[in-house]
């Protein structure tokens, strides 16, 4: 069964633009839970982004689905996992890939994917702070430092990730476990953890999202300080 047409109209009362491919009853405590940290997510940012950077924050759009479908971007394959696409400012997320989070890369609780929604929304962040459009320039500049600049953008996006669940301790609403959740779920996506899952071994000049540590790394930083300034991935090596 398609989720009934009022629970869409509730979401959208929310205030998430929200848009539901192929989804069915058994999605909707899912649903329910991806729009309920949509939300927190951007309206922390909606406070917090102008005073940190003098930017002011608006919101992306989630796309949520099961199968493939196309994106703004090209085609969204569960394959690739959650993206966000600065031309369309949407987070593409298959519901699949939360599966996959739980059963095969062993990451547990619910803030797991609140971990990776936010990390999508740090990406929404580097577009609006003109991050990412300048790092993809400099790939096109300098094509040998592609997956070194590629990586750097993506620990930043999970140390914004790191201050959004900073936001929600100062709130009170993180519960004990829920850090550790974020960081296995920072580790199970790890690109020296996902490399040695498919081919037994890894190769650090390869990855393009950096390795398990790494992600731990920045996302404990941004937990640590709840600031966007302390996310500079791109002044370390
Ligand atoms: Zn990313």
């Known amino acids: 069964m398609k989720l009934s047409r009022n629970l869409l109209l509730l979401f959208l009362a929310c205030g998430s633009l929200f848009a539901q491919r192929d989804l069915d009853e058994r999605d909707r405590p899912r649903v329910a839970y991806v729009s309920r940290v949509l939300d927190d997510v951007q309206h922390t940012w909606d406070r917090e982004l ?3 950077t003098g930017t002011p924050y608006h919101h992306a759009k989630l796309d949520l689905f099961r199968n493939k479908m196309t994106s703004g971007c090209g085609p969204a394959k569960s394959l690739t996992g959650p993206f966000y696409c600065p031309a ?4 593409y997320l298959d519901l699949g890939f ?6 095969r890369f062993g990451a547990r609780g619910d803030f797991a994917q609140a971990y990776v929604i936010a990390h999508e929304l740090g990406h929404h962040i580097q577009k609006l702070l003109g991050i990412e459009s300048k790092v993809h320039q400099d790939q096109d500049r300098h094509p040998r ?24 301790k100062e709130r009170g609403i993180l519960k004990e476990q829920d850090v550790d959740s974020a960081l ?5 996506v790890g690109d020296d953890h996902l ?8 190769s650090p000049e390869s990855f393009t999202h950096g390795s398990s540590a790494q992600r731990q790394g920045w996302f404990r930083k941004g937990f ?14």
């Not at 369309?88 to 987070?91: A, G, L, P």
């Not at 070194?148 to 936001?167: P, R, T």
Request: hydrophobic share 40%; charged share 25%.
């Open 224 to 237: 640590a300080t709840g600031r966007i300034a302390s996310c500079n991935t791109f002044g370390t090596n």
């Open 88 to 91: 369309d400012e949407k987070v």
């Open 195 to 202: 490399q040695k899952m498919a081919r037994g071994y890894s």
């Open 98 to 103: 939360f599966d996959e989070l739980r059963s």
């Open 184 to 188: 296995s779920a920072a580790a199970a």
């Open 50 to 52: 102008a005073p940190m």
């Open 145 to 168: 430092d592609r997956n070194e600049l590629s990586v750097k953008l993506e620990l930043q996006a999970d140390c914004f990730a790191g201050a959004w669940a900073h936001s929600t």
